[in-house]
């Protein structure tokens, strides 16, 4: 079974978007994260129920145009929002 | 310790013990007129301290001690102990302060409105921020800005100017009627001279101030003028900041207001004539 | 008040905050230098909330407690980094000191200051634990030869390691003493007796048993060190007793070879914030080193600290090695 990935809680994190770029502070850890697209957008889509990676890439796709998404960037890019503390798997 | 000075610099209180007269003396008569820090009880505690006794009389040389200390800071000889005492307070500003997101920047007021300026040693934020002090802005101080992360105002800091190298004649020159410290040669950072701040910035000091417009000046370049966006600002100050990272989510509030709420431009100019003109200008198109 | 200013007036006030309305701004001043000195000033700012104080210290006092709690999150987010890449090897690993009492929520945790991250492991996995660690981005402090042969062979810890994107200190230990104390506590009983804190994890993170923490805080204020951070060692003594009692303590050190240690920093907690103990003049001795401080905050009686260093090494090394130690010291420092 494919991992599933969610957001961390809305009260984990503090989101502020500047312009291009977007400050998020993540309680947890007392770290500043300052990311541009793609990461808001996937905070939003995985939500707090989650998605599967291909099922992110599909509702990336849908909701914010961003079809050229290739599974192995966005796993990687995924796998560094978990060490963050900015995703959670399972 | 043997020699005492006690003194109030904006919301922050200051208690300096040395073992040796001079740099209190200097002290005193650099601060008169500033108030004694509230309660009596200061913020910090800074020590200036011979590391051994008979260091006290033979080549004396100025320990930096302090409530906050860096290890292995070098000592400086007697004739800079003003100078070993303003490093030891802005040492413990910048490792203890936790009220105030702290910036490194200028900081000037006009009709409760802040003009903040950042940049690197050298980019002329002190020397600018002394020349504004002379044409109807408020000095709030050359080195820090303290914003208040409840309030998102910028508290007024002003100890003495720290005027560098060719700043020194620069401000000699623009303010005959100035009080300077000694001349201090030869320093870590070259030639030093201290510039007390007028009687009217001593005098506005608990008043804070509305943050308005924030500068990246840069010196030495022809003049011109850019927006910087709120993402790269963002950035810049919490590397200008010294206490970011401490203030944990009062410190991101802090800066995410500011960053939002106020315009930011870089300005390079060639000779303090020209930026004083670009700050003007930026400030009378707000 | 009668105390002076020294380790003493922290003390007196951490015992009976309601004594600090008798100080005076000198006092305050004294008060708040002594604590940042010792490390105990979020201790202090949390053990004086709510009671009666002038403005100014009431707001330095709340800083404090803001940097404590930053402090505080940032300490058990290392915890989790750490629980995190070592999960996979399946071994326990246990939280000591600092981070282990902010974890289970302890009083001994409420508004100390915590520097690195304390963990122990089991001795046959320390490869495995420093291959985990390198590989999740925790990097050698300083790469020097001697230092790194003479922890490896006599310490009872890695060299120290540090997060190169955190900026944060591990120090894995894999017993409570260095290999070279004449006392070698039962590490595998330290393992053995950990207590689960956080059950629902698998792979989850550990602290000492009720007995045993308070063996190490003993340990580590005689054995691991010159007193230095006494005060606040002692602080932890005294309220992990607070919260624990004392059952099963004696034979426990007793066990551990640490029953001289426990003894001692039971009646030195007592004397400094408990209810006074019967003191020996090496307690006595001990005490006038924890507690030389001025009001500036700086420290006194440099005599009775150059013995204690002294002394200290002695405890940790045979006297062959203590000289082959501080010979090749001497000689890096020379050359």
Redesign the interface.
């Known amino acids: 079974m494919a991992a599933v990935y969610r957001a961390a809680p809305a009260e984990a994190l503090r989101i502020v978007p500047l312009d291009a770029f977007t400050a998020i502070y993540h309680r947890a850890s007392g770290i500043t994260h300052l990311v541009g697209p793609p990461v808001p957008e996937i905070l939003t889509a995985l939500g707090p129920d989650g998605l599967t990676l291909p099922a992110l890439i599909a509702r990336l796709g849908d909701t914010y145009d961003l079809l050229d998404a290739d599974e192995a960037a966005l796993g990687a890019r995924l796998d560094e929002l978990v060490a963050a503390g900015l995703v959670r798997t399972a | 310790m043997k020699h005492v000075f006690s003194v109030r610099i904006g919301p922050v209180g200051f208690r300096v013990g040395s073992d040796w007269r001079a740099p209190i003396r200097q002290l005193a008569a650099l601060y008169a007129g500033y108030p004694q820090p509230e309660d009596g009880v200061p913020d910090f505690t800074v020590r200036l301290f011979a590391q051994r006794p008979w260091r006290r009389v033979i080549r004396p040389a100025v320990m930096i001690g302090g409530d906050f200390m860096i290890p292995d800071a070098a000592p400086l000889p007697l004739a800079q102990g003003l100078l070993a005492a303003e490093m030891a307070m802005n040492l413990q500003m910048a490792l203890g302060q936790r009220r105030y997101l702290l910036l490194h920047a200028s900081a000037v007021e006009r009709d409760g409105r802040v003009l903040l300026m950042t940049g690197e040693s050298g980019s002329g934020k002190s020397t600018l921020a002394a020349l504004l002090s002379q044409r109807g802005w408020r000095l709030m101080g050359d080195e820090f800005a303290l914003i208040d992360p409840v309030t998102g105002l910028a508290h007024a800091f002003p100890r003495l100017v720290s005027l560098k190298n060719a700043a020194i004649a620069v401000a000699e020159a623009a303010m005959p009627q100035a009080r300077f410290g000694p001349l201090l040669e030869g320093t870590p950072k070259g030639a030093i001279r201290h510039l007390v701040p007028d009687a009217a910035a001593v005098a506005a000091m608990d008043m804070p101030g509305k943050p308005a417009l924030l500068l990246f000046p840069r010196f030495g370049f022809a003049p011109d003028i850019r927006d910087v966006a709120p993402g790269e600002v963002f950035m810049r100050l919490t590397q200008a900041s010294t206490n970011y990272v401490a203030m944990g989510e009062r410190g991101f509030d802090a800066l995410t207001r500011l960053v939002l709420s106020i315009p930011a431009q870089a300005i390079d100019y060639p000779d303090t004539k020209h930026a004083l003109a670009q700050v003007e200008a930026l400030w009378e198109a707000l | 008040m009668s105390v002076g200013a020294n380790g003493w007036l922290l003390a007196r006030i951490l015992r009976s905050p309601g004594d600090a309305a008798a100080l005076?701004?000198?006092g305050?001043?004294a008060l708040?230098?002594i604590a940042?000195?010792e490390q105990m000033i979020g201790t202090l700012a949390w053990r004086l909330h709510g009671t009666a104080m002038?403005?100014?210290?009431a707001?330095?006092l709340a800083?404090?407690r803001?940097?404590a709690?930053?402090g505080r999150?940032?300490a058990?987010?290392e915890a989790?980094a750490a629980r995190?890449a070592l999960a996979p090897l399946g071994v326990p690993v246990v939280l000591l000191k600092g981070t282990a009492f902010v974890a289970a929520g302890l009083m001994a945790g409420q508004g100390r200051s915590i520097g690195d991250l304390d963990i122990l492991v089991p001795r046959g996995s320390l490869d495995a634990v420093e291959r985990a660690l390198l590989e999740n981005g925790w990097e050698w402090v300083k790469p020097d030869a001697y230092d790194d042969a003479y922890y490896r062979r006599w310490m009872h810890e890695l060299p120290p390691l540090i997060h190169r994107d955190?900026d944060r200190m591990i120090d894995v230990h894999h017993t409570i003493l260095p290999l070279t104390a004449r006392i070698t506590p039962d590490a595998q009983g330290l393992l053995a007796e950990s207590v689960p804190l956080r059950a629902e994890e698998k792979g989850g993170l550990a602290m000492l048993s009720r007995t045993d923490v308070i063996v190490h805080a003993a340990a580590h204020l005689f054995a691991d060190g010159d007193l230095a951070g006494g005060m606040r060692n002692l602080w932890d003594v005294h309220c992990l007793i607070e919260e624990f009692g004392v059952e099963g303590l004696v034979e426990r050190a007793e066990h551990h070879g640490l029953g001289d240690a426990v003894g001692r920093a039971l009646r030195l907690a007592a004397a400094l914030y408990g209810d006074g103990a019967t003191l020996s003049p090496g307690d006595r001795a001990c005490l006038r080193r924890v507690t030389a401080r001025d009001g500036?905050?700086?420290a006194t009686r440099p005599w009775t600290r150059l013995a204690f260093y002294i002394r200290s090494h002695w405890l940790r090394m045979p006297p062959a090695m203590l000289a082959r130690h501080l010979w090749t010291k001497w000689r890096k420092q020379s050359g």
């Open positions: 005076d701004a000198t305050w001043t708040i230098a940042r000195a002038p403005p100014a210290v707001r330095i800083d404090a803001a940097s709690d930053h999150t940032l058990l987010w989790e995190r955190r500036w905050g700086s």
